[in-house]
């Protein structure tokens, strides 16, 4: 079972909107008027790779037992008992009331620990309730804003020396991913410039001409979704494939006409929705800037890249062409290197099993989650093998590290000073990432968090 979390405090403090942000749904009512929630709501929390289960509450009102607001205090009351932590949300606003401090005196004779929150602390506005938070004597309030999303990774490191001893086991979680992963379809774009062969492709894996096909550039004008079984020719095994036809897109001063432009915004569109995304190159012409532009489109948004050669049968001099091109790869996206790079034949079928195994084998990088422990292993040598700098003699201390997401991988590392760090050490951290722990060539999103101090002016 996961460990629980309730959120307690008194009316419109915001706690409503802290659970909506936590649960990453607007599952409970919010209102500017007070009182709207009524029963406890439970939800599935995910902070920063942090699980656990949390609690909405109503709102704590000092009245009679037996009226409406004293049963709601009541339910309440019962939830703390279950509970592993409790978030006590103030608004830095409005300041400390009365019912503040009540609240805080019942909680401090309470065994469960607890956080105090500091809600609604954007801009100066928020600056007095945030000192006054002090006031109650439950340790340095976390200083947020719910409705905006900040302060997020603060209340993450408040959170984790709590419930990180609590988290489920780390395997069950991979042996469940790795199932459903090899049960979902497969969900693979193809793009690429006009005339690169990207319906005929899907054609010849469909063994049917269900695509309009010819010699004109952009026949293809919608993204086309097509149900397809691949079958796994080392293992016989027959996998879901969801394939998608996309509209060629040329340079943007090129598109004139209006469906043109409809047609690779539509395009656009495709590769937000698919996990894998192929950029079918026309061996005729080689790589052109346009190609590299699409690529780091794709990178930029997430999605796993392949890269395919298309009419590799009438390639000439085909040795030469495959290393110039993975030479200009390697200087066009520095971003990311050692993207795969298959030569095909759409005509032919040659090479179309083989970068169908590479697909599924890059999506099961992109989608990879790696044990907390397994991954502060790696940081910890990293870290050993080659320190942060201390430019102008200031230290860069870096913490721990934890995996926030999957789909495409993102890690976030805790630290000091960290707006000191070059850019040349994140790409050392990054490189090691996909060296060490098996995200070969997948983009990989790396976010620095220092704590943030509540006295700093902005």
């Not at 030569?343 to 032919?348: F, G, I, L």
């Amino acid at each position: 079972m996961l460990p629980q979390v309730i959120i307690i405090g008194r009316p419109n403090v915001g706690k409503s909107t802290l659970f909506n942000r936590l649960v990453g749904k607007k599952l409970a009512l919010v209102d500017d008027q007070p009182g709207v929630t009524r029963d406890r709501r439970f939800g599935d929390a995910e902070l920063l790779g942090l699980k656990f289960q949390i609690v909405d509450t109503a709102g704590w009102e000092d009245d009679d037992a037996e009226t409406l607001p004293g049963r709601m205090r009541k339910q309440t009351e019962a939830s703390l008992a279950t509970a592993d932590i409790a978030l006590f949300v103030v608004d830095a606003r409005a300041g400390l009331t009365p019912l503040d401090e009540e609240i805080g005196n019942w909680l401090r004779a309470s065994p469960v620990p607890v956080i105090l929150v500091a809600n609604k602390a954007e801009g100066r506005a928020g600056e007095g309730g945030l000192l006054e938070a002090y006031s109650l004597g439950l340790g340095d309030p976390v200083a947020i804003s719910a409705e905006h999303g900040e302060g997020m990774g603060d209340l993450f490191e408040a959170l984790l020396p709590h419930l990180e001893p609590l988290q489920p086991p780390e395997e069950e979680e991979a042996e469940f991913d790795e199932e459903a992963l090899l049960k979902a379809p497969l969900k693979l774009a193809i793009v690429g410039r006009p005339n690169a062969g990207k319906s005929t492709l899907i054609n010849r894996f469909l063994g049917e001409d269900r695509l309009l096909t010819g010699p004109e550039a952009g026949i293809t004008r919608d993204s086309i979704a097509i149900d397809w079984l691949w079958t796994d020719p080392r293992t016989g095994d027959e996998r879901e494939v969801r394939l998608i036809d996309t509209a060629g897109m040329r340079k943007r001063a090129r598109v004139t006409e209006k469906l043109e432009r409809m047609a690779v915004a539509d395009a656009r569109h495709a590769i937000d929705f698919a996990e894998v995304v192929v950029l079918l190159l026309d061996a005729t012409k080689g790589l052109e800037h346009q190609d590299l532009k699409i690529a780091s489109n794709v990178l930029e948004e997430g999605r796993a890249l392949m890269i395919a050669i298309n009419k590799w049968d009438v390639a000439e001099d085909a040795s030469k062409l495959f290393n110039g091109i993975r030479a200009a790869l390697e200087d066009g996206l520095a971003q990311v290197r050692g993207v795969p790079l298959l030569a095909v034949s759409a005509r032919t079928g040659k090479g179309l099993d083989d970068m169908m195994a590479a697909a599924f084998s890059i999506r099961e990088a992109w989608s990879r989650r790696v044990p907390t422990s397994a991954l502060n292993r790696w940081f910890d040598d990293a870290l050993s093998a080659n320190p942060p700098p201390a430019p102008g003699g200031k230290r860069i201390k870096l913490r721990y590290i934890t995996q926030a997401k999957t789909r495409p991988p993102g890690f976030v590392v805790f630290g000091t000073r960290l707006d000191l760090l070059p850019e040349s050490y994140r790409r050392y951290l990054v490189n090691g990432l996909r060296r060490e722990l098996g995200f070969d060539a997948v983009p990989i999103r790396l976010m620095l968090r220092s704590p943030k101090n509540p006295f700093k002016k902005d």
